[in-house]
């Protein structure tokens, strides 16, 4: 059985995590903007520079966006990377730059 689940442009990122959200960590509604927003605008590693971006482009204050980036931390979507700077999984982009999914039912 073929199910072609249509996504709107500029939500595919988006929809990809969220099919596959209880895989990769459970990521509440807010991780998930923070997780989306990271992929999209290609933002690796969360230096002081890409940090101040991120947060202004979700409108967020600075010490409830440092709970959510410790909570990405624990469910290892960002981990320590290089000078203990957070990083993305490459997993995550490595997932959603996938051009098509095939999932299997089986019975």
């Known amino acids: ?7 709107k442009e500029g939500a595919r990122t988006k929809a990809i995590l969220i099919l596959f959200n209880s895989l990769i960590g459970n990521l509440t509604e807010t991780e998930m903007r923070i997780t989306v927003k990271m992929i999209d605008m290609n933002i690796t590693e ?3 520079d890409n940090r101040s971006i991120l947060r202004a482009n979700i409108n967020m204050e600075k010490y409830l966006f440092n709970n959510y980036i410790q909570s990405l931390k624990s469910k290892n979507i960002l981990y ?7 990083t993305l999984n490459q997993g995550l982009r490595q997932l959603v730059d996938n051009n098509s999914f095939n999932i ?3 019975e």
Do not use: Q
């Open 1 to 7: 059985m073929e199910i072609n689940i249509p996504v």
């Open 46 to 48: 969360l230096d002081a």
């Open 80 to 86: 320590n990377g290089k000078h203990k700077i957070p």
């Open 104 to 106: 299997t039912f089986v």
